[in-house]
């Protein structure tokens, strides 16, 4: 009877994702629609995260870290281009049409559009306090500042103490958050940084710009007064068979004080478990703090859950019996996050290939002065649980990263079809002559789908500033099976995105590029999509290009540059592009 009923189930979800998403296609659409394309660092957006709806699964959000409502450089110190205190940097963006268009709102909160400055001397900002923001709103109500990282995830909402997708859907938005306030009275939290969730059951007065449609953010940290949390992402588990249906996990990295030593600083990796829709939430820590020449501690996690309600959490890092080589880590939950498991290395081992880059002091792959590659290295995984209902379930786990040399940086793709306890062997599935950068994949719901997206860099590394270098964003597809015996079949190029040159993005201190830390794919029944980081708008600008070169060198006679003056409008001019496919072999 079980089987049946399951097969019934799957039936009825296929027919409802083909109602909703038949004509869902455009490979190659803006994201941040309503972000300006100057000044800077107004028109800086990087780093986006991606959400679908299970229950309707044309509807998608994204997230990235949004800049729109910061202070241009020409307010205050011509040749500085602050993050405006207070001002918050999560920015949010809907589809009702399976990602074939997408509409940015806007919200009221503390904003510093109006601080545009003039030429020379001026006062500085004073931002608004109701000013228009194009963020998550209620954070300056609170007392507190959206920072960024963004993640998002949909799951069905509570009524009357039952989860069901019959009362409707619930969006969580997972980021960093700040308090407001400089002084310990004025505090909202403890530490520099913490992980605050936003919350909305209605997501199309959301994207109406209905600020009373999102709830408070919920503080989810519990931490000490010297904590940076870090790398922060969400899910919730939707299939509604599952027996932890409606459970909200949020993990991230929790960085411990300011450790002197060859290594960074001690960061256990975190989990936070909610079982009543985010109100309330039990925090676990999952792996050890140490970190010292034997061991590293676990960054850069993902989470999911199959479709029997167990729960995954991956992050890189070193295990005891793995040495100093880091490998891609797993913990696993099956009592609703209660208990984890030890991290055991599942992939691996892999490397960071960028090199240390003396302008940022941390690594980059595309050039000098280029755009930090702390997180390639780290897992991104899927699940195919058979959302919304858990009935056609493979609970196959994709997973994808980007390791190897400075010189080739490879996109790894790698799968379990037997619940973790075992994973293929890693094979690289860029395009000949990308240079991996980021990568996410994502799987359809009945495990017949795998789509991959990643950022890469189609030139060597550049030794100088002055030389082009070309940044592409590129969406693949592979067939998948139901059959845990047959591996996911070879992946062909859905789309690749006209290149830029991400010298025109920017640190907002400029002394290098910045495009964040990961891109994101998701997957229905039907059709996929994805989000990267994109620089086909901004422009180069050799006075920036210079001084760069100078920083590196030692030179102190190239004079810091005013990018308002100095350089063309569009610099600094990073987008958040995205695409929807339809399956290419229904």
């Keep these: 009877m079980k089987k049946i009923f399951r097969a019934v189930l799957s039936i009825s979800a296929v027919m409802l994702v083909v109602t909703a998403v038949a004509g869902a296609t455009n490979p190659d659409t803006l994201v941040t629609t309503g972000s300006p394309v100057t000044p800077f660092s107004q028109n800086k957006q990087n780093e986006p995260a991606l959400g679908v709806d299970a229950n309707q699964p044309n509807i998608l959000v994204a997230g990235a870290n949004e800049n729109i409502d910061m202070e241009a450089c020409n307010s205050g110190d011509d040749t500085t281009c602050p993050f405006t205190d207070g001002v918050g940097v999560s920015g949010v963006y809907f589809s009702f049409d399976s990602g074939t268009t997408w509409t940015q709102p806007t919200y009221t909160g503390w904003s510093a559009r109006n601080c545009l400055g003039v030429i020379g001397p001026d006062p500085g900002c004073s931002p608004m306090a109701e000013g228009p923001i194009g963020t998550l709103p209620w954070y300056f109500e609170n007392r507190l500042v959206s920072d960024g990282d963004p993640a998002v995830a949909f799951g069905p909402r509570r009524a009357n103490g039952t989860f069901s997708w019959a009362n409707g859907s619930r969006l969580y938005y997972a980021n960093l958050t700040a308090n407001f306030g400089a002084t310990r009275s ?49 899910w919730a588990d939707n299939a509604s068979l599952s027996p932890f249906f409606g459970t909200v996990y949020v993990c991230w990295a929790a960085f411990r004080g300011q450790e002197i030593s060859p290594n960074a600083v001690p960061a256990p990796l975190q989990v936070a478990v909610s079982h ?9 820590q999952i792996s050890a703090a140490a970190n010292n020449g034997q061991r590293n501690p676990t960054d850069g996690c993902t989470i999911r859950t199959d479709s029997h309600g167990k729960a995954y959490v991956f992050g890189i890092g070193t295990v005891s019996s793995q040495g100093h080589q880091a490998f891609e880590l797993m913990s696993t939950s099956s009592n609703g996050g209660a208990n984890w498991s030890r991290p055991v290395a599942v992939a691996g081992p892999v490397t960071q290939p960028g090199v240390v880059d003396p302008n940022l002091g941390r690594p980059v792959i595309d050039g000098l002065a280029g755009a930090r590659s702390d997180l390639a290295p780290a897992p991104s995984v899927d699940i195919a649980n058979g959302a919304p ?134 997957a229905t029944r039907s059709y ?17 290009d210079a001084w760069r070169q100078a920083l590196a060198t030692g030179d102190t006679s190239v004079p810091r540059p005013a990018p308002q003056q100095d350089c063309p409008a569009t610099f600094g001019n990073s987008d958040i592009f995205g695409g929807s496919y339809a399956d290419p072999t229904p």
């Design 528 to 544: 996929g999509a994805a989000v990267w980081n994109d620089t086909r708008s901004a422009a180069d600008c050799p006075a920036i």
């Design 389 to 522: 209902t858990g009935a056609d379930a493979t609970d196959r786990i994709v997973m994808t990263y980007v390791s190897g040399t400075l010189a080739a940086p490879h996109v790894y793709f790698t799968e379990s079809t037997n619940h973790g306890a075992t994973w293929s062997t890693p094979q690289p599935i860029e395009s000949g002559g990308d240079r991996g950068y980021y990568t996410a994949p994502s799987i359809s719901p009945d495990g017949r789908d795998v789509y991959v997206v990643y950022n890469a860099f189609t030139t060597p590394y550049q030794p100088t500033t002055a030389t082009p270098r070309s940044l592409v964003g590129v969406v693949k597809h592979a067939d998948s099976s139901t059959s845990p015996g047959i591996p996911t079949g070879a992946f062909g190029v859905l789309h690749r995105s006209p290149p830029g040159d991400p010298r025109g993005s920017s640190q907002n201190n400029l002394v290098g590029e910045f495009l964040g830390d990961y891109v994101y794919a998701v």
């Design 186 to 234: 004025e505090q909202a939290f403890k530490g520099f940084e913490g992980i605050a969730v936003s919350r909305t059951d209605n997501v199309q007065a959301a994207a109406a710009s209905n600020k009373n449609a999102w709830m408070p953010p919920v503080v989810i940290s519990k931490q000490s007064s010297t904590t940076f949390s870090d790398k922060e992402q969400v």
């Design 276 to 284: 009543d829709g985010g109100d309330t939430w039990t925090q676990h």
